[in-house]
């Protein structure tokens, strides 16, 4: 029997609001100390009532409408009933059945479209730590945390590899960060994800029971997570056993999934509309501000950067595949932008030698030491015929080093191509002078001699002599000597 596995998402994702999802406590609650940021709302005290957050809900458009989801005009906010310390009021205040976005998706490079059913708000919960040594078994609570705002976006389960899953996660984690709503991190928990697998006949159009994984703690982990989990549930079905609805969780040191407990049905959840908040009414014209907020997104971009730049897909991949990057771009083609050329040669450089300093260095774009204006004026100079290709890189590490203008590298070193025709002849003359060698090649018509007094120009003078204009020097001495 041949089997394939069928994949559906859950991800939730801190929000870089100010305040938290339903109070006024700041919601940047890392590196704070414990139980500093805390009011009667998010230590769920009795009669504490919550009010929600404009900024969260915005954020969460602003997402829905990337994903291409529908906004619904009227959303509202339901109990979870939730039964562990780490949320002091026994629920959690989530969204059921009328979410703020739905029925959206996300296209992957094969064009397979994965459709997003909803994106809905929730709080976050506090911190646990749990401590067990032979002589004490405790747990602490660190309340920071809980009441944060927390979006969560869930697939249909139309993902079927480790693969697809990667990609659906970067895509998302792209737009997030070019929308700047979250940090969309996995290794600082802002971007957590929890697969639903299961595995089915191929073919088959019905549904295998599915088993939720979680504890991913980086991208990687997700693939191997899948991995492992499709290929035990396959070995269970073989076995003729029977695969249980569960959660299990990734165990990073023996690679594993270990299960965690079997899964609550939705009904043991009991949810019901939380009767402290009012549903809120979403109009179009708030829809309307929201899209015309929007930065351009990276699919854009990227389409933009192939039909409109005429560069190729690969290159338009890189350009785009992080935020800053792109806008860096973005900004040195503005002030010189000529033409496609132009355009090209600054991309081939941002993803060469430039991504090359950057990933040397490992440095964030804030501590580029030029701005976008100077590479543009760089990549001017060389379009001017001043500078040649290898010399622009010698004055771009120059700049990557300490921040100098490229004008002022060039001039200060000399850099300059040397395309004076006087200078250029009394240097000729004094190296035909030095190889006669080559000159008795050239009178018995070896061409290539030519060549090779061309080298010795531009090695004399470190690759500064215009190629064209020493060409011609020499060709001219050379037929005087004949
Ligand atoms: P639950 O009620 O258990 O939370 P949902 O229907 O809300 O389940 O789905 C949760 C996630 O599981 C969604 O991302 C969905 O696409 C995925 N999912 C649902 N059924 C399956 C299945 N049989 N195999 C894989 N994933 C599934
Ligand atoms: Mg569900």
Not at 361 to 385: C, G, M, Q, R, T
Request: charged share 30%.
């Amino acid at each position: 029997m041949n089997y394939e596995a069928v994949i559906g998402l859950e991800t939730h994702v801190q929000l870089n609001t100010d305040s938290k999802m339903f109070s006024l406590s700041s919601a940047k609650y890392q590196n704070q100390d414990p139980n500093t940021i805390v009011d009667p709302t998010s230590m769920g005290l009795p009669g504490a009532l919550p009010v929600v957050n404009r900024k969260a809900i915005e954020s969460a458009m602003m997402i829905g409408l990337s994903l291409d989801c529908n906004i619904s005009n009227k959303t509202k906010f339901d109990r979870k009933q939730y039964f562990y310390p780490d949320l002091m009021k026994g629920y959690q205040i989530s969204q059921f059945d009328e979410p703020i976005c739905y029925e959206g998706f996300v296209e992957l490079s094969t064009n397979k479209k994965i459709r997003i059913n909803r994106v809905h708000m929730e709080e976050d919960v506090a911190k646990l730590t749990h401590i067990n040594t032979r002589d004490s078994n405790y747990s602490l609570l660190d309340i920071n945390r809980s009441g944060t705002p927390l979006m969560e976006i869930v697939t249909e389960p139309d993902l079927s590899s480790s693969k697809e899953v990667i990609e659906y996660i970067e895509n998302l984690q792209k737009i997030i960060r070019y929308i700047g709503v979250g940090s969309a991190n996995m290794e600082e928990g802002s971007f957590r994800c929890d697969a639903n697998i299961s595995i089915k006949e191929v073919g088959s159009k019905e549904l295998g029971t599915k088993v939720e994984i979680k504890n991913m703690n980086r991208i990687s982990a997700v693939a191997e997570a899948v991995d492992y989990e499709i290929k035990r549930q396959i070995k269970s079905k073989e076995n003729n056993e029977k695969i249980i609805q569960e959660t299990r969780g990734w165990s990073e040191e023996k690679s594993i999934t270990i299960p965690q407990r079997t899964k609550e049905e939705s009904n043991d959840y009991r949810y019901f509309p939380e009767p402290d908040i009012p549903p809120l009414e979403i109009d179009n014209d708030w829809i309307d501000e929201i899209k015309k907020s929007l930065p351009e997104l990276p699919k854009v971009r990227k389409e933009k950067y192939v039909k409109q730049y005429n560069l190729s897909e690969y290159d338009a991949e890189l350009l785009t595949s992080d935020i800053n990057f792109s806008n860096f771009f973005e900004e040195t083609i503005k002030p010189n932008n000529k033409n496609n050329e132009y355009i090209k040669y600054i991309a081939n450089l941002m993803n060469g030698e430039f991504s090359r300093l950057l990933n040397l260095d490992s440095i964030s774009y804030v501590e580029i030491k030029f701005d976008p204006k100077d590479l543009s004026d760089l990549v001017a100079i060389y379009f001017e015929n001043k500078i040649n290709n290898k010399i622009l890189k010698t004055v771009l590490e120059e700049m990557w080093d300490t921040g100098s203008k490229p004008n002022d590298i060039i001039t200060n070193k000399n850099l300059v191509i040397i395309s004076d025709t006087n200078e250029l002849e009394d240097k000729i003359n004094n190296i035909i002078e030095n190889n006669p060698k080559a000159v008795e090649d050239f009178k018995a018509g070896k061409e290539q001699s030519q060549k090779f007094l061309l080298g010795q120009v531009m090695k004399e003078t470190k690759g500064q002599a215009d190629p064209k204009i020493s060409s011609e020097i020499i060709n001219k001495i050379l037929q005087t000597k004949k």
